[in-house]
């Protein structure tokens, strides 16, 4: 009997797929956004709206609901004390986030969007966030990532993170000083053992590991989430967000009722 496939194999394997799910949304967005230059304040179009979800199939939505719980169960970490992450461990429902440092729509997320999740979901324990370093724009992007492990190593991961996106910065506003520079206005308090973390074998796993995970899932830009295992691509307006977790959220208590019957 041959053994079971590693979870490596299995997000390998559901990459391609994912892959096309994100491709299609990105393509409902970009098409949403031609519409709504014609119309103004109207929202753009996306996968999970409550008009495309009425519209589908019941037996396309349970089999698209049984991929989702898959991507779910091989993405969502659900580390004790992780430092990336800010949430109860077991909360229903977890997003995860792919991002680069000098990404401007990943900012936008992390300035308009995050914190009115936080505010009503994860302060509320309903959502749990985890954060990937997955960098696309080359060698700054990947040192502001490994500075943002760094200060993770010292409990300020979240602080140094909202300051480097707390406005767009490229090439040299991420040279190796002015992120010692950010660490300390973040509140980081050892700069030597930061430097030393920033320059790491072990930051470069860590991130080398994220990385991995959205190359098998068929990651392609940034920002791009998974929201209990539900793709979203790019930073769309707060309302879908909070739509999604609402679902999921949703989805997960009925499960929890149905298993306890």
């Known amino acids: 009997m041959s053994a079971s496939a590693s979870p490596t194999r299995k997000i390998a394997a559901i990459g391609a797929v994912l892959a096309l799910i994100v491709a299609v949304i990105a393509i409902g967005v970009a098409v949403g956004k031609a519409v709504e230059g014609k119309r103004d304040g109207a929202a753009p179009a996306a996968t999970g709206s409550p008009e495309a979800a009425a519209s589908a199939p019941p037996e396309e939505d349970a089999g698209q609901q049984r991929m989702y719980e898959e991507y779910a169960k091989l993405t969502s970490r659900r580390v004790a004390g992780d430092p990336l992450a800010i949430g109860k461990k077991d909360a229903p429902v977890v997003l995860v986030e792919y991002a680069d440092y000098q990404c401007s729509f990943c900012g936008r997320f992390t300035r308009e969007t995050q914190p009115e999740l936080v505010k009503k979901f994860v302060d509320a324990g309903t959502l749990r966030i985890e954060f990937r370093n997955f960098t696309i724009y080359g060698a700054d992007s990947e040192r502001a990532a490994r500075a943002s492990w760094a200060a993770g190593q010292q409990g300020r991961f979240w602080q140094l993170h909202d300051e480097l996106y707390a406005k767009t910065r490229k090439g040299d506003a991420l040279a190796e000083e002015k992120l010692v520079e950010m660490a300390r206005t973040s509140g980081v308090p050892d700069l030597d053992k930061f430097r030393t973390d920033l320059k790491s074998a072990d930051a470069e796993k860590a991130l080398k590991k994220d990385q991995d995970e959205g ?32 679902e999921a959220a949703a989805t997960a208590a009925k499960k929890t009722e149905g298993a306890a019957k």
């Open 215 to 246: 190359y098998q899932l068929g990651v392609q830009s940034t920002p791009s989430f998974l929201v209990n295992g539900r793709p979203i691509a790019g930073a769309q307006p707060t309302g879908i967000f909070e739509q999604v977790v609402k």
